[in-house]
């Protein structure tokens, strides 16, 4: 499986590997977070925020949540093999999409505080 994903390079450092692991674990917990409180939102009553509103802020969260798990496994990828093959690090093309889910979630409570 190793040489699957690794095709070329040498073995880094451990550290940096485990330093490039814990990053992804990082991103997983904040997708993860995102897709729960998608799942919290859709829960809410109608009372508290109108159902076209809730579903939109619920599938906007979920959406973000599932769009950081997969850029974060991406991300992951490509950061090891830059490591093993001696290249310099990719740009974090995933903290444009957690930036724009946080503005519309931002911008969807700002409604619901304005109802």
């Not at 809410?44 to 939109?56: D, E, I, N, W």
């Not at 957690?98 to 304005?114: E, H, M």
């Amino acid at each position: 499986m190793t040489r699957r994903l690794f095709p070329d390079g040498e073995e880094p450092d451990p550290r940096f590997t485990l330093a490039n692991e814990r990053t992804f674990l990082a991103w997983m917990r904040t997708a993860l977070a995102f897709i729960a409180g998608g799942v919290g939102i859709e829960a809410l009553p109608a009372s508290v925020m109108s159902p076209g509103l809730r579903t939109v802020a619920a599938l906007a969260a979920i959406v973000t949540g599932i769009l950081l798990a997969a850029g974060s496994a991406v991300r992951w990828l490509r950061i090891e093999r830059a490591m093993r093959r001696n290249e310099p690090l990719p740009v974090p093309s995933i903290v444009p999409v957690l930036s724009a889910g946080s503005i519309i979630a931002a911008v969807l409570l700002a409604l619901v505080v304005l109802e």
